[in-house]
């Protein structure tokens, strides 16, 4: 082998090289978004259990059903206020208590934020005061 083929032939070793450590370096990254994306659903659905959990247990002990002519209309303030207290969320989540249009219940909206304060994940589930027990007969 001459030196210009050794010199050329080193030349492309070391590109094709570059080249496979960069698409390793890029799918790395990739998974490791993928994987932080997967532990902030993780989170999300772990703080939507416990809301449950805490209502199924203990929705009942607080008066968290708007008085009125309709015993079964849960008050959003209510709720929020003490599911802040027992059950808060980690840093870059927040929760917001919606009505539902259709009176069947208030929503509980889970989100996840990034560095920048913009929604990454969004998780909504609908709380009905009678499938917590919590109607008033």
Same mark, same amino acid.
């Given at each position: /082998?001459?030196?210009?083929?050794?010199?050329?032939?080193?030349?492309?070793?070391?590109?094709?090289?570059?080249?496979?450590?960069?698409?390793?370096?890029?799918?790395?990254?990739?998974?490791?978004?993928?994987?932080?994306?997967?532990?902030?659903?993780?989170?999300?659905?772990? /703080?939507?259990?416990?809301?449950?959990?805490?209502?199924?247990?203990?929705? =009942?002990?607080?008066?968290?059903?708007?008085?009125?002519?309709?015993?079964?209309?849960?008050?959003?303030?209510?709720?929020?206020?003490? #599911?802040?207290?027992?059950?808060?969320?980690?840093?870059?989540?927040?929760?917001?208590?919606?009505?539902?249009?259709?009176? #069947?219940?208030?929503?509980?909206? #889970?989100? =996840?934020?990034?560095?920048?304060?913009?929604?990454?994940?969004?998780?909504?589930? #609908?709380?009905?005061?009678?499938?917590?027990?919590?109607?008033?007969?």
């Amino acid at each position: /082998m001459s030196l210009p083929e050794v010199l050329i032939s080193s030349m492309l070793l070391a590109s094709s090289s570059s080249a496979a450590l960069g698409v390793w370096s890029q799918a790395t990254a990739t998974w490791q978004q993928s994987r932080t994306l997967q532990q902030t659903a993780d989170q999300l659905e772990l /703080m939507q259990l416990a809301s449950h959990r805490w209502l199924r247990q203990h929705g =009942a002990e607080r008066n968290l059903v708007i008085p009125g002519l309709d015993p079964c209309l849960l008050d959003a303030s209510a709720v929020a206020v003490a #599911l802040d207290q027992a059950v808060p969320l980690p840093q870059g989540m927040t929760r917001q208590w919606v009505v539902d249009s259709e009176q #069947l219940g208030i929503w509980q909206e #889970l989100s =996840a934020l990034n560095a920048d304060g913009e929604v990454l994940l969004q998780r909504r589930q #609908l709380v009905s005061p009678a499938a917590y027990g919590l109607c008033r007969s």
